[in-house]
């Protein structure tokens, strides 16, 4: 391309290209005039490694003085690191956003952040113009629900950090935003009698969550993988479930059994659906197992007694806190939950993957009779 030091009388001058266009460059470095064949000369500044192009304006409507002073702000802004950055809908950047979350969370991981950040309803709102007060009205929304709101916060916050470092937004919105209130510890532990009276309500509740609350607490699975549970994942035979690799936090394939008071509410489910808990009409199309969390935990609650405040997680952590006050060996809770710490690791940790299951039908045993020990289960 044609160097040259651009004054007025050369750009006057210039000759109409046979065809195509032809950039005339410019002492200062990146600054340039584009003439397109059917004569129409516009001013250009290049920058960046992908060598960014942004069009400046046409001359003689931009002068050529006009058109090097704004070309110098360009550039500097791009030194300074204060580009401007191309507008983007909070809708597609939350796509390309989820499609990477999916290339290192499961599913249902993906599921909830999908469903936490569209709660949140900006959609063809440009990344751009979302505003503090915007983000903070969806939280405030939310007190009264201490881990819902948590939860959102600290969701949304990583997408706006992650926004900004992919260059699509030149600051979180989120900042500035005081997280919410502390919650209950994540080291809560329910009794074992607290345990009883959550187990007995689900046992007797007559939505599908209550079942869900009870496979959870028998089995010391997450929420999300016993509400994403498919029947092919059950043999009823070895009395064992299968969790695949896509369907596990963790992303490791995970088999555990499950004991005499799981088989008896697995028999209670209808089996019309691949899905033993499959979303009901009223939910998005694209859902296909229930994620009704909050409004169905506020409803459990309401006729539960003799319960402190709790979470479903709870149930997991009390899960392996009986077991090792049973004296549970920490690698078989560790297999159990499927959340090795290290108590089996190295070469030994791979070569035992899948064993341990004898063990881990013992431990099963001693939890359900410690659930069952005051109060017969019909």
Known sequence: MPKANLTDVFIKNLPTPEKGQVVYWDTLTGFGLRISQGGSKSFIVVYGVNRKKNTIGRYPIISLSEARIEAKRILAEHVLGKHKYDPISYEDALERYLAQCGDKNSLNTVADYKRMLNSFKFRKTLLSDITQYEVFSRIEG?????????????????????????????????????????????????????????????????????????????????????????????????????????????????????????????????????????????????????NGWSKAKKAFDKDLEGVNPWRLHDLRRSFATVLASKDTNIHVIERLLNHVTGSVSGVAGIYNRYSYLDEMRVAIASYEKVLSSTTPIG
């Open 142 to 290: 939310l007190r009264g629900h201490p881990y819902a709101q948590n939860y959102h916060f600290s969701t949304i916050a990583t997408f706006f950090r992650w926004a900004v470092i992919h260059q699509l937004l030149e600051r979180s919105p989120i900042e500035g935003i005081p997280k919410p209130n502390k919650v209950l510890s994540r080291d809560h532990v329910l009794t074992v009698d607290e345990l009883k009276a959550v187990y007995q309500h689900a046992l007797g509740y007559e939505h599908l969550y209550g079942n869900v609350v009870a496979l959870c607490l028998l089995t010391g699975q997450r929420k999300g993988e016993i509400a994403s549970l498919q029947w092919d994942w059950i043999d009823s035979k070895e009395k064992t479930i299968t969790l695949p690799a896509k369907a596990v936090k963790s992303s490791r394939l995970h088999t555990f059994p499950y004991g005499k008071l799981t088989t008896k509410i697995l028999k209670t489910i209808p089996q019309d659906s691949e899905f033993l808990f499959p979303a009901s009409r009223q939910m998005s199309e694209r859902t296909t197992v229930f």
